[in-house]
């Protein structure tokens, strides 16, 4: 698996496109654009180009991950 080279949320620019999303999750670039075009991932579409808020990123990773069993 791929490491993330951002340690806190504060760190991320305001928006994030698929390349930036694939490398905070630490999964492949293209695992970043096919989650982008998942019905309910946070995209905002300007033009041809898709991204992502950060308020919602975080909000999508919150709600992503309960009910995960994770402690």
């Known amino acids: 698996m791929k490491m993330s080279d951002y340690k806190s949320y504060d760190e991320l ?3 994030l496109n698929a390349e930036l999303v694939a490398k905070v999750l630490g999964v492949s670039p293209s695992s970043g654009y096919e989650l982008m ?3 309910d991932f946070p ?3 300007v033009g ?3 991204v ?3 308020e919602k990123f975080i909000e ?4 992503s991950t309960k009910g995960s ?3």
């Not at 999508?60 to 709600?63: A, D, M």
């Open 43 to 45: 995209v905002l579409k």
């Open 13 to 15: 620019p305001l928006f």
């Open 69 to 71: 069993g994770s402690n």
């Open 37 to 39: 075009h998942e019905p």
């Open 60 to 63: 999508w990773v919150e709600r």
């Open 48 to 50: 041809s180009r898709m």
């Open 52 to 54: 992502v808020p950060k």
